[in-house]
């Protein structure tokens, strides 16, 4: 399977140092410069990204230009259009993204998401991890990952832990 991805799954799992399961779950996972752009930033103004640096096994590949007119009228940030776009041009399985705006404009162009919470209920399905709740408190107390308490119900129900 090859995916493309947005910051935010990457650098959260970078954060708590999960990045791994991206790269076993998936064959190839690509993206485009801005969100290298976006990686390197964050890692350098916000503090609980310091230091962290972009996993060498992710390819870094041009971004199709010009975007679809549904990315450019949402206006998305940099980083979320062109990996939208990324995925169109590549004829990728999935995007990997959590914002929502993001994740409405891909759904429209028939864009297959996963965000960070299905990358690891697939993760535990495989059993490349021993549990999700753990996860979820290192992203929400490390990575300062927010996730409505329902939705947390969900996942743990989904990977299949008691809840």
Do not use: Y
């Not at 959260?12 to 064959?27: A, D, G, M, T």
């Not at 190839?28 to 410069?33: E, G, M, S």
């Not at 969100?35 to 199709?64: C, D, H, K, Y």
């Not at 776009?85 to 993204?97: E, R």
């Amino acid at each position: 399977m090859i995916v493309v991805a947005d910051t935010s799954v990457i650098l959260n799992l970078c954060r708590i140092q999960h990045e791994h399961l991206l790269q076993q779950l998936f064959k190839r996972v690509l993206i485009p410069a801005q969100v290298a752009g976006e990686f390197a930033r964050l890692s350098q103004v916000q503090s609980r990204f310091s230091g962290l640096a972009l996993p060498n096994w992710i390819e870094m590949v041009s971004t199709p230009q010009p975007f679809p007119p549904e990315v450019v009228q949402a206006h998305l940030d940099a980083g979320e259009s062109a990996a939208i776009a990324l995925c169109l041009n590549q004829k990728a399985d999935a995007l990997l993204i959590d914002e929502s705006l993001g994740r409405e404009v891909a759904a429209r162009l028939g864009v297959r998401t996963i965000g960070i919470l299905g990358v690891l209920i697939e993760a535990r399905r495989r059993r490349l991890i021993p549990d999700v709740n753990t996860i979820l408190q290192r992203l929400e107390t490390e990575a300062g990952f927010w996730i409505a308490p329902g939705l947390r119900d969900r996942v743990l129900a989904l990977a299949n832990e008691k809840v």
